[in-house]
């Protein structure tokens, strides 16, 4: 019964903002490990942003440090990515991601259990 379901995806500016959301049922998000993906035509899904296993620490791309955040609202079981200062090259599509066992590997798409059915972004010169 686990399903994970973002939204706030759409078609943006360079320099432009959004602001991705993950829901979640089936699962707690503030027990367990989270984090975002994104998958462009061509390439590999590569590794966004994540919360450690319980929420203790957070970790970023270098490709979207300071540009992106990642939060959470344990209140209503969500997770958001707020992506500002979008580039072009942001353009993918984005997938929320969850795991209930320990790994160091937070930036590894192999490490995470469930997935979310990924939601667009694209991002026009």
Not at 40 to 58: D, Y
């Amino acid at each position: 019964q686990v399903q994970l379901v973002e939204s706030g995806g759409g078609l943006v500016q360079a320099g432009g903002s959004l602001r991705l959301s993950c829901s979640a049922s089936g699962l707690t998000f503030s027990s367990i490990a989270v984090g975002w993906f994104r998958q462009a035509p061509g390439k590999e899904r590569e590794f966004v942003s994540a919360f450690s296993l319980g929420g203790g620490n957070t970790y970023y791309a270098d490709s979207v440090k300071g540009r992106f955040s990642i939060s959470r609202d344990n209140a209503k079981n969500t997770v958001t990515l707020q992506m500002n200062s979008l580039k072009p090259e942001d353009t993918a599509a984005y997938y929320c991601a969850a795991r209930i066992r320990r790994s160091r590997n937070y930036d590894s798409a192999s490490s995470y259990e469930y997935w979310g059915q990924g939601t667009q972004v694209t991002v026009s010169s």
